[in-house]
């Protein structure tokens, strides 16, 4: 929807949203007024022709902010008169912005809230579908993660289990040999026994010498 306004002696054709600049206004930044002069206002199906103005429409806007127009060079001069006049001007402008376009009962501002909250539910959407795809395609990939780790755990050679230390205490103290001096000391009575025996085994038995008494 759009309309055609007239301020300041100028026409303009303004849409909500618009911003523009006009002749300076007798108001301050921040206020909303109401545009009068409403020469023709348009939706895309009808066109009302104001005889000046449209009777029921109304275009709102807020004011932004005061600015001053680019300075323009005014001169002037009469031939063989030696009459010369230079003169600047900058004029005071009021940034406007549209905020409503209004005829009869449609409203612009109600038909863009209207889109807005549909394309934000499309938004929405997308986003969960967004979300949803993502959450499948990750379970997807760990899957497949669990999958090859398998695979390359049953493709590895086994490796034996390492043997189990001892003890702390018996690892600490070893074992202490038996003394060789002692084992031989150990040996050699029992030899001597055994020779000793086998030499009283075989020697006959002595007789008793024969003394002078007896004889």
């Known amino acids: 929807m759009y309309a055609v306004i007239e301020t300041g002696g100028k026409q303009y054709k303004v849409e909500l949203g618009t911003e523009l600049e006009v002749e300076l206004l007798d108001v301050e930044p921040g206020q909303e007024i109401n545009l009068e002069r409403i020469l023709m206002v348009g939706d895309g199906e009808t066109t009302a022709i104001g005889q000046p103005i449209v009777a029921d429409a109304a275009v709102s806007a807020q004011v932004l902010r005061r600015d ?3 300075k323009t060079i005014s001169f002037k001069y009469r031939p063989k008169a030696r009459r010369r006049v230079k003169k600047g001007h900058r004029q005071e402008l009021t ?3 549209i905020t409503e376009v209004r005829l009869g009962s449609k409203s612009a501002a109600a038909e863009a809230k209207v889109v807005e909250a549909r394309a934000e539910a499309d938004r929405e959407k997308v986003a969960k579908a967004a979300a949803r795809q ?12 669990a ?6 755990a049953a493709a590895a050679p086994k490796k034996a289990a390492p043997a189990k230390p001892a003890s702390k205490a018996a690892a600490a103290k ?3 040999p038996a003394p060789k ?3 031989a000391k150990a040996v050699a009575p029992k030899a001597k026994a055994e020779k000793t025996g086998k030499a009283d085994a075989a020697a006959p038995a002595k007789r ?8």
Request: overall charge positive; aromatic content about 0%; hydrophobic content about 45%.
């Open 147 to 152: 999958r090859e780790k398998a695979a390359a």
């Open 181 to 183: 001096a002692a084992a």
């Open 174 to 176: 070893p074992a202490k």
């Open 134 to 145: 993502a959450a499948e395609d990750a379970a997807i990939a760990d899957k497949l993660k």
């Open 208 to 215: 008793p010498a024969r003394t002078k008494k007896d004889e």
């Open 95 to 97: 940034i406007l912005k």
């Open 68 to 70: 001053r127009g680019v």
